[in-house]
Nanobody, 127 residues
Framework: QVQLVESGGGLVQPGGSLRLSCAAS????????IGWFRQAPGKEREGVSC????????YYADSVKGRFTISRDKAKNTVYLQMNSLKVEDTAVYYC????????????????????WGQGTQVTVSS
């Protein structure tokens, strides 16, 4: 069974850090682009970052550039999102998703091209 499971969300104060994990099961993360997305209440789902599992090239939304880092561990079949200097506006449910592709591009920040999604993990940034 093909499955993506996110974990690592929680409550953190502004300026704090969290590391999200996206673990894949039922398939191997080769020749995929993995995207991280978030959706705040009343807002559309937006792309945060994406990475090619084959090449490792990554893209970031302007709102998180310099604060978030995406990485992948092929041996663990897992993709991570390290989030530093968190802001209140980063509060959202974070999702990972996959699309079959060799290299990532900025258009991979578009959630509409993804077909396989995890269930999401809540990130709350609040003092």
């Amino acid at each position: 069974q093909v499955q993506l499971v996110e974990s690592g969300g929680g409550l953190v104060q502004p300026g704090g850090s969290l590391r999200l994990s996206c673990a894949a099961s039922g398939f191997t993360l080769d020749y995929y682009v993995i995207g991280w997305f978030r959706q705040a209440p009343g807002k559309e789902r937006e792309g945060v970052s994406c990475i090619s599992t084959s090449l490792g090239n990554a893209y970031y939304a302007d709102s998180v550039k310099g604060r978030f880092t995406i990485s992948r561990d092929k041996a663990k079949n897992t993709v991570y999102l390290q989030m530093n200097s968190l802001k209140v506006e980063d509060t959202a449910v974070y999702y990972c998703a996959t699309v079959r592709a060799y290299s990532s591009g900025r258009f991979h920040l578009n959630p509409q091209i993804y077909g396989n999604w995890g269930q999401g993990t809540q990130v709350t940034v609040s003092s």
